[in-house]
């Protein structure tokens, strides 16, 4: 058996095993509801850092964000540099006063605290809607990498391609089966360990998968700088580089070419007999045997590049060549900002994106719902204050590293850009197999799979805990401890399997949904809640006015981007992320709004702000 | 309404952190403004492996950004004791 197969099976054993081992520890507590969904608030040093920073850390810390650096180079160090802020924002602004504030009122989700607050229905239901309508297309997204990691560490099992072939026979046309073979094993191990375990299960593994995502690019760095020769000289090689160009390969039969059928292999690369390079990127194609017929491919063409495993072929003809929006032969372009980008005539990253994301990163964290609901569940302001600290080494240590790992990764394996979603896990196996220990390769492999369990177990615990807590509750506020037990794990269950048969079909702009989901739950979330703990002024009405401001502005942002674009991509106004826009007008709405409106509520507002 | 001790205190830390940031989103932004938008056609400019805008303008600024998180965790988040409703009750 594949050996990268085994160390990755084993690591998802002790996941099993660590969940199993909270489920029973929820179990024996008086309170299911407030074990199951909070943990019993005693989350000490190591779990309250990890699964915090592991949650923040999703797949595309480990899919997306490789393939952005591997796209742009060095600029993603610009991009990603407002997480040197993140552990003292997302976790400082609101960690203290969030977890006081829900003890004294002994709220267990973020709709409650609000609603207790205000104390007004409307506020948390508003909430939970947000929260659960968001929340699903994250989870959508999450699931789908989940996926396209299985299919790379099993693709070549014997047992893999059996079963693939045998779920052909149920699939409806148009539906990959081997995608939906490993959607189904992805959604049973995660979906099963968080019914079983809940926020415990979660918990205990986020620690494991964080250690996990931790050596994995601790490894990953040692054996990309030790087989690129140092990092200065993969700069030095990086700058040398120019952006490859589109083109359309037209490879035909020739009187040299062999008799036998041609095949025409993705992941290929060629060199036609003007010493041109190119790579086939996503499709395989076969000139039948006895035929004289031509093939079109889409290409991506290389120059200054010298690839190993060249297949020389003089039957090719390359057309219509189209370079780079920014960076077309502009050398040292990998280097300096704002990066090469194939669309945009701007580059990748203008300075205004970069303030954006500076913005987004850290107070984006700060306001998704699964950071906010940790913040409720340590135990006191030692493990607040030691974990800030852990979070911030954490964090320093992943994302700067990945940026090297990846420009680096970019010198030892160019030709990825058409691909560059795979990026990561191939650059692992590469790495595992050139140091000669393919096993490697699984556990490199376990670190963005744990980082996407880890995203995944929160958001659906979020979701059936909003179900439960802020509509069940309320419906029926004297519920057995019994039936909550039972429609805790029927909930969960259900919310799991419904994100299942959403992501049968996934739509094509995976990434695309991240951004909308996390942009939307924190701009809606964010001032609301800030607010909720920091301004006694704030009435329910600017409360409300807030959220669905923001949810407003929000759609109608992604609205005029897919109309002006054609793509699910929000519109940049004035260059700057949506969730800016979201959280200046959730601001002015709440501020007018309740400025406006009379201060009825002053009573009620005690327990937040008076001893 | 007399504030509690917790929501003053909490409000002082608040005004740190947001201090904090702008210090860093300046450095980080304005640096990089001026020396990573500029070509590098001929000899890159470069600093222990990496371009030099990325040492000065990124790798520093984290560095020092992470011994602010340090200093505020140890000497400026005060340690306050938390209860919940149950317990007040009794």
Known sequence: MNPALVSFGLYVLAVFALAWIAGKSSSKSKSFVNEYFLGGRSLGLWAFALTFATTNASGGSFIGFPAKIYTHGWVLALWIAGYMTVPFIAIGVLGKRLNYVARKVNAITLPEVLGKRFKSESVTLVATSIIVLFMFFYLMAQFKAGGMILSTLLSEEPLFINGTEFISQFTPDGMDPEYLLTLIIFSLAVIGYVVYGGFKAVVWTDIMQGIIMFLGVAIMLILVLSQVGGLERATRELHKMVPPKTCEAIFERTPESPVGKILIKKGTWYKTNNDTVFIVPSESTIIKEGTNESSNVNAYLYENSKPKNLSEISSAQIKSQKGYAYGENKKGVYLTAPGPDLKKGTGFLAIVTALSFFIFWPFGGTGQPANMVRLMAFKNTQTLRRSIITVAFFYSFIYFCLVVIFCCGKVLMPGMEANADRVMPELAALLSKNAGMPWLAGLLVAAPFAAIMSSVDSFILILSSSLVRDVYQRINPNASERKLKSLSYMITLGVGILAVFAMMNPPQYLQDLIIFASGGLAGCLLMPMALCLYWPRMTPKGAIAGMLGALIIHLGLTIIGFKMTGNFEPYDLLDLNPFIWDVIGSAILIVSVSLLGKNSHQGHTDPFFVD | ?90
């Open chain 2, 1 to 90: 309404m007399t504030q509690s001790k917790h929501f003053k205190q909490a409000k002082r830390e608040l005004f740190i952190f947001l201090t904090g940031w702008l210090f860093f989103a300046a450095w980080v932004l304005i640096y990089s403004y001026y020396n990573a938008y500029k070509d590098q056609n001929e000899e890159p400019s470069i600093t222990l492996g990496m371009p030099s805008w990325v040492f000065w303008g990124i790798a520093i600024p984290w560095i020092c950004a992470t011994a602010f998180t340090v200093y505020i965790s140890l000497f400026v988040i005060r340690d306050q004791e938390f209860s919940n409703e149950e317990e007040q009750k009794k």
